[in-house]
């Protein structure tokens, strides 16, 4: 084989490899997100899915021992910043039916390729290192911006936990956290 042969095929080799890592790079880190938005707003529904239950399936505070007439604020905490510049409220609300939400409110954070939503047994500090054991994820983000809610799966013992995480599980870091202390009133 000829020199410039071997040359040739060592250029395509390469431009090949250049190629493929610049394809998988881009698919992993997602770089247009840094400049784009998504904005939910959603209401806060007025009663859970229709359920037979009479009794709350979730242990609550003394504080709200049984459903009200309407939505009841369970906990609430401001979010802070970890990785991305984070801001807004977390609630946990008993809505009138018993369903349980976790509300997001004037969300403001970065989009990311594949953020979650969970609460977490640790505090908002602490989850910056991880989410820790017992986590309970409420699916994907809607939207970076916003007002949005997430069902509580029915069981959950919202007691137990103690922040509102916004989670990139493709970097596994926390974007922002927000403390639950119970609401007043």
């Not at 709200?64 to 609300?93: C, N």
């Not at 809505?95 to 047994?121: F, N, W």
């Not at 970097?171 to 927000?178: C, L, N, P, R």
């Amino acid at each position: 084989m000829s020199q410039s042969r071997s040359v040739r095929l060592s250029r395509r080799t390469v431009l090949l490899v250049l190629v493929v890592a610049t394809g998988l790079g881009l698919a992993v880190f997602q770089p247009w997100k840094a400049f784009t938005d998504t904005a939910v707003n959603e209401a806060l529904p007025a009663s859970s899915s229709p359920s037979k239950q009479t009794e709350p399936s979730m242990k609550e505070s003394a504080m709200s021992p049984r459903p009200a007439a309407g939505p009841k604020d369970l906990s609430e905490g401001r979010f802070v910043t970890h990785e991305h510049a984070t801001s807004g409220i977390a609630r946990t609300v008993r809505l009138a039916e018993g369903g349980h939400v976790l509300r997001l409110e004037d969300l403001k954070t970065s989009d990311g390729p594949d953020v979650r939503v969970y609460l977490s047994t640790r505090g908002a500090d602490a989850v910056e290192k991880g989410l820790g054991d017992g986590a309970v994820e409420l699916g994907k983000l809607k939207g970076n911006l916003g007002n949005q809610n997430y069902t509580v799966p029915a069981g959950t013992d919202l007691s137990e936990f103690r922040s509102a995480v916004l989670w990139c599980e493709r970097f596994s870091v926390s974007f922002g956290a927000a403390d639950l202390s119970l609401a007043k009133g």
